[in-house]
């Protein structure tokens, strides 16, 4: 059991400011270069996506490593499942996209099928058990009035809406007989691209306000 109630538990007075001044540093890089080149593949949006998923995986190691090479390993996998998705390894990594149906049913090797599936069991198991022991401390945050619960729900929301929706709308309506102006279909996702990066920054300060309020 790792204990958070020392008062020369330095890691609860640095951490917060640490993950505020990442996110700070993030955005100012973001604006500073100006809308010219910002989304797109390897743009500024993205790579800020990933270093700050990548900053919310080691904070949270460096706060709680016993928890994070432990019991709530599920935590920083499910962080670093994001970063590879960011970068696309889900398409990239085999000869087709695994998270899609026609990999397994089109003409592929069967051991990148394999390989494929076992991911994505994995990333399952990781979700399942991620939800499973994560709800009933974020309801018990709430009840006591603490901040990173409604952090943690803004990030699903988030990630639901700019996957669910946002990502390849004209795409996904498409089947319906719905033609979206290839401007909107840009704007959808410029601002999927914004989401996901509120995403991960929210997240990334939801890791130092949980770790404080489990101190108190």
Known sequence: MIDLTSPHDTK???????????ALVLLTLLFVRGESGLYGEDGPV???TIVAYLCAALLYAWLVPGLAFGREWQIPVTLILAILREMDLDK?????GILKSRFYTGDYPLWEKAIGLAIVIFALWTGVRLVRRGL?????GVRDG????????LSVALVVIAKGVFDGLGRKLLPFGVEVPQDVVD?????????????AIFAMVAIPLWYVSRRR
Request: charged fraction near 15%.
């Open 12 to 22: 609860a007075g640095v951490a917060l400011p640490l993950a505020l001044a990442s």
């Open 46 to 48: 993205e790579v800020a």
């Open 92 to 96: 990239s990594l085999l000869s087709g």
């Open 136 to 140: 009933p401390a974020m309801v018990r």
């Open 146 to 153: 603490q901040v990173w619960p409604w952090l943690v729900a």
């Open 187 to 199: 704007s959808f996702a410029r601002a999927e691209e914004w989401m996901e990066l509120g995403t």
